[in-house]
Nanobody, 123 residues
């Protein structure tokens, strides 16, 4: 069982930056691939970025590539999402998720989810 708690969301102007954190419980954090998804009101949950259990492999949605960076610190049981050059269309609730095995971009593959943190980007 893994419990995930996101933090770091907030209100930022377009062009600004935020860093999201996801703290995980459990002693087997380093055996899970981790990902960030986001969901805007009235829209489906959308893949943002994923990272392998070791941190060696990462994968990004085209819409955030070169602006967002996912990373993890297995000693701290934490995964991060550094978001730069934010745009109003990045506004959404951001969710952290965990799965055994390789990373992926389909939400149904993920077994554990956090409660989400709101990111609002003003124009």
């Amino acid at each position: 069982q893994v419990q995930l708690v996101e933090s770091g969301g907030g209100l930022v102007q377009a062009g600004g930056s935020l860093r999201l954190s996801c703290a995980a419980s459990g002693r087997t954090f380093n055996s899970y691939a981790m990902a960030w998804f986001r969901q805007a009101p009235g829209k489906e949950r959308q893949f943002v970025a994923a990272i392998s259990w070791s941190g060696d492999n990462t994968y990004y949605a085209n819409s955030v590539k070169d602006r967002f960076t996912i990373s993890r610190d297995n000693a701290k049981n934490t995964v991060y999402l550094q978001m730069n050059s934010l745009k109003p269309e990045d506004t959404a609730t951001y969710y952290c998720a965990a799965k055994k095995g390789p990373l992926g971009d389909y939400p149904n593959w993920y077994d554990y989810w956090g409660q989400g943190t709101q990111v609002t980007v003003s124009s």
